[in-house]
């Protein structure tokens, strides 16, 4: 199989991860026998720098000619005094607008070498895997109207937040059909008793929830729901909200399994998936090559896993990172008393060779 992508290694740590992410989709397609075909295009602050633009046309143009797009990451302190319209994030929002990609899935798994990293106790954390299932295209980030008006000192911000059935409906879709193959459970996340956004939320998703009577529903406020994923993570499955809620309540979880760098994230839905790695592009350590670039890696399996249908390629990327956390391979912000951190692209050059040692049996066991 061709694998045509467009690679948008972005601002900070982007190029970095994004870098080890693409060695691992090489590997991966020389030991099953794809091609891969790879085109880079800025987005973001270096795209500004460079084209005044934080989305430029040819990069658009690549992205929607491609088959799947991996991101590394936009922004940073360098652009906070831009206009909001030109702000590096607002070509990651337009971006995402242009694809269509209204469902962004964001696992989080506590691999069991990781429970000491975890700032949980690890009999809490042990067994987590939940999967956040986070509406893209909504709520307070895309509604109208959205300005600051009024002198300095007497300024008055308005965001917009914004849903209609029709956009609640489509994601709660995607929620239950990824619950009825895990282990059948969805909870949805809202602030009913405060906003009529997360009331008309509520209503759609119960409606919704009658056509897959194998799944179980259940409803949690959003400030309850925070509290419940350090209490008890493992106790979640698949968790479907709105846009906001579900940018932070995803990152809470990068914590709770023991680094935001372990996160990888599918958005889906759309004319072409987008996977990016849900870590910011940490300029304080950018160019340092100390990044774990494993989020960004776990994503390049989702891109095989959703874009293309390689389930076996994307096990072989999550089994491989699996392994070389087993080996006791960290990167900076995942060592504890004393191990040894690897760089970016030691970590990266891990799990290439690991992935390697499951290819290589499996392709001459294919030749006989």
Known sequence: MILKLTILPGDGIGPEVTDEAVRVLETVALGFGHQLEATRKDIGGVA?????????????????????VLLGAVGG????????????????LRLRQELGVFANLRPAVCFPA???????????????????????????YFGEPRQTSGAVGSRVSIDTMRYGE??????????FQLARKRRRQVTSVDKANVLDCSRLWRDVVTRVAKGYPEVNLSHMYVDSAAMALVARPAGF??????????DILSDQAGAVVGSLGMLGSASIGGKV??????????PDIAGQGIANPLGAILSGAMLLRYSFELETEAAAIESAVAKVLDAGHRTRDLARG?????????????VSDAIRDQAQPAARTASR
Request: net charge negative; proline share 7%; with cysteine.
């Open 48 to 68: 500004l720098v460079r084209s005044k633009d934080p989305l430029p046309v040819d990069s658009l143009e690549a992205c929607l000619g491609s088959q799947a």
């Open 77 to 92: 302190p360098a652009f906070d005094s831009f206009p909001s319209n030109l702000r590096p994030e607002r070509g990651l």
């Open 114 to 140: 990781l429970e000491d990293s975890s700032p949980l106790r690890p009999e809490v954390v042990r067994g987590t895997d939940v999967l956040i299932v986070r509406e893209l295209l909504g709520g307070i």
């Open 166 to 175: 029709s956009e609640i409906e489509r994601i709660a879709h995607i929620a």
């Open 237 to 246: 499955d698949v968790v479907l909200t709105e846009n906001m809620f579900g």
């Open 273 to 282: 998936g987008l996977y990016e790695p849900i870590h910011g592009s940490a």
């Open 338 to 350: 004393g191990q040894r951190a690897l760089s970016t692209s030691e970590m990266g050059r891990q």
